[in-house]
């Protein structure tokens, strides 16, 4: 039998970092940056989100995406 791992709480680093991101995101939108560098931080911040909902459904049980 696995072990879950913990849940995680919203002042972790794995949620700030996320949350960071985004914002940087959205600051980039506003302020006109190239659309390839706005392309680029939109990724980086989905795929943060997603790798912490990911962990958060593996914590509570549920199939998350892919361990790689």
Do not use: N
Not at 8 to 18: G, K, S
Not at 21 to 46: F, N
């Amino acid at each position: 039998m696995k072990c879950k791992p913990p849940i995680l709480f919203p002042d972790h680093p794995m949620y700030t970092d996320a949350i960071e991101a985004w914002k940087r995101y959205h600051e980039a939108q506003a302020s006109d940056e190239p659309a390839e560098e706005v392309e680029r931080l939109r990724l980086i911040a989905e795929s943060q989100f997603q790798a912490v909902t990911d962990y958060q459904l593996r914590a509570l049980g549920r199939p998350g995406g892919f361990v790689h």
